[in-house]
């Protein structure tokens, strides 16, 4: 006969699994992860950033169909599988689109596509030239639409959801590391250890998050892995306010105090028994600075310090066609913000579903 457990852990899982909002947004999240990893396996653009560029289809509404006529390079494509599978593939080829085409004999005679009610221009390609390898003239649809640049807009999002996923996971990582680190050392030693400490959080509180942001990515440079950076060093101090005060709460109690009178190290009893047992509230603010991280990116990215073109970010597609709000094409900007909305609001519901499971006196 199997007992139940009833340890603490085994209830917090109860009652977060009876949040449905909690375990959707749980769902969601781990959706979006897997989408993130295997963004360029899924994505129907899968040249490295999604950026395969046809000016001629430039901002199509959803749903937008066309005639692509590929032509082969002779430059040597040497990519390992994996490289392609998780970074996207070289992309040696050039894609035309066209409107209408015949094939004779010795030549691809084919018209270039041009919106708006256009003639595009007619060329003719001598079917020996393209003949090894051959060229290849396929239908190509696009869910989405495509971008100013008429890169497939499904695929940019696509991709662009692995900036913005990762970076919470970096960021809160950093925040974790400092914060825990200097919340502990100020909440159990206390003294003048604890006023330098608060005094250098109090500092950075007062910097405006985004302002600081810009000022250490300035520093750094502007790139992928700096923005990461960046937004993690200013996420701890809330890290390590929450840690400080559970400690200066928790020090003086009894198990505490016995395992100073068994001669522990201050670093196994900080490790080993007070945070293991002041951990909750810390994983909810992880939750909230997963959401600020990537609002934060975002922010950063439409400023145009953040992740550096061609790569794709959802704040940078939507400084690129905000202005498209007003002419006719909404959804190229609101798609990449409802992205960023529903991320956010996922990580918030499952912060909020944690502090209620988390939490001893409910």
């Not at 600081?212 to 990461?228: C, E, R």
Request: proline share 4%.
């Amino acid at each position: 006969m199997s007992i139940p457990s009833n340890s603490l852990s085994q209830l917090a899982l109860q009652k977060f699994k009876k949040n449905f909002w909690g375990v959707l947004s749980l769902l969601f999240i781990v959706g979006v992860g897997i989408l993130s990893v295997f963004a360029y396996a899924i994505a129907p653009d899968n040249s490295k950033n999604a950026n395969q560029m046809h000016v001629s289809i430039a901002s199509q509404s959803p749903g937008f169909t066309v005639t692509m006529l590929v032509l082969p390079s002779q430059i040597k494509q040497d990519q390992g599988f994996l490289d392609a599978l998780f970074f996207g593939e070289k992309n040696t080829t050039t894609e035309v689109p066209i409107s209408d085409y015949s094939i004779s004999e010795n030549a691809l005679s084919y018209t270039e596509y041009a919106s708006d009610g256009l003639v595009g221009l007619e060329k003719v390609l001598p079917i020996e030239s393209a003949a090894s390898p051959h060229y290849v003239i396929r239908e190509q649809s696009f869910l989405l639409g495509t971008d100013k640049y008429g890169r497939d807009l499904l695929s940019r999002v696509l991709v662009g959801a692995r900036i913005s996923f990762f970076i919470g996971f970096v960021a809160v990582f950093i925040s974790l590391v400092i914060g825990v680190f200097m919340g502990s050392v100020a909440g159990y030693f206390g003294g003048k250890i604890d006023a330098f400490i608060m005094w250098i959080i109090n500092v950075t509180w007062s910097i405006p998050t985004l302002l600081l942001v810009i000022a250490i990515t300035l520093a750094l440079g502007k790139g992928f892995w700096q923005v990461f950076i960046a937004v993690g060093l200013t996420m701890w101090v809330e890290v390590a306010r929450v840690v400080r005060g559970q400690i200066i709460s928790v020090k003086e109690n009894q198990y505490v105090t016995a395992a100073k009178a068994l001669g522990f190290s201050n670093y196994r009893i900080i490790t080993k028994h007070i945070l293991p047992n002041i951990m909750a509230p810390v994983i909810v603010i992880c939750a909230a600075n997963f959401a600020a991280a990537i609002l934060v990116e975002s922010g950063l990215s439409f400023l145009g310090i953040g992740a550096q073109p061609p790569m794709a970010s959802w704040g940078a597609m939507i400084k690129d066609h905000y202005n498209y709000i007003i002419l006719g094409k909404p959804y190229l900007a609101i798609i990449p913000g409802l992205c960023i909305m529903f991320l956010v609001m996922a990580f918030m519901l499952i912060g909020n579903a944690l502090r209620d499971a988390l939490d001893v006196k409910s």
